[in-house]
């Protein structure tokens, strides 16, 4: 699952004071959609959301209006209101912008002060053992979350709020086509290669070298992704 995410369920409506209703039914949407529960295409029955969480379809429609300017939900006049299916162009788009973001946090994560830095590296490293260990049984699933807790590891590192939010919204746009490829091995023994290159490059402090190494990566996992004939959906 998507590192930064946290679950939402119906429980939550009665324990929460302090967070609109709105936000707790687009919570609880937003981790059916990135669990693959509601698939990419599958459309979003509100009456069942408002009874499923014993709350009005008020909430429920704002919720999905929500949702909808993130990108994660498309809304059709007199069809209702679907879970997103990205376009192969618009998967591409991502993917560069994507690049140029980890890239910018790579840079910085390799400008960081010794101590934080330091710190910075001990974490990657057990993320780096977790993947390593994820494709020796082999468990894509795993191997895919390890994987994004290490990007978003480095992201956070940088200390950039819009950097953050952006970054969030772009992987989770991604993961909505993700779910597909979930099966495949594709190319991991590369990427852990890689993955340990952009270790060292912040070991050394080598921050250009670093920035160089995630826009790689992320483009290189793209390509491979066109090269083995696969949907262009997995992030790197």
Not at 35 to 49: M, S, T
Not at 81 to 102: K, N, P, S, T, W
């Amino acid at each position: 699952m998507l590192p930064w995410f946290t679950e939402s369920s119906a429980d939550r409506l009665s324990d929460v004071r302090d967070t609109s209703l709105s936000k707790l039914v687009r919570d609880d949407m937003l981790a059916l959609i990135l669990k693959g529960v509601l698939a990419p295409g599958q459309r979003i029955n509100e009456p069942d959301v408002a009874s499923r969480l014993h709350v009005s379809r008020v909430p429920v429609r704002e919720a999905l209006r929500e949702l909808e300017s993130s990108g994660l939900v498309v809304s059709r006049k007199h069809s209702g209101v679907f879970v997103r299916q990205l376009q192969a162009a618009e998967i591409r788009d991502l993917y560069q912008m994507r690049g140029l973001l980890d890239g910018f946090a790579g840079r910085c994560a390799a400008s960081l002060p010794d101590v934080r830095r330091g710190a910075l590296l001990a974490r990657l490293e057990q993320l780096v053992d977790a993947m390593r260990e994820a494709a020796s049984q082999p468990d894509v699933q795993r191997y895919y979350s390890e994987n994004l807790r290490f990007h978003w590891t480095i992201v956070e590192s940088a200390g950039n709020g819009q950097l953050i939010e952006t970054y969030r919204g772009i992987v989770q746009k991604l993961h909505l086509s993700r779910l597909r490829n979930l099966s495949q091995d594709l190319g991991i023994p590369v990427s852990i290669d890689e993955h340990t290159e952009i270790v060292q490059a912040i070991r050394d402090a080598d921050a250009l070298r670093c920035e160089a190494l995630m826009t790689h990566h992320v483009g290189s996992a793209y390509e491979r992704l066109l090269d083995q004939g696969a949907e262009p959906a997995l992030p790197a």
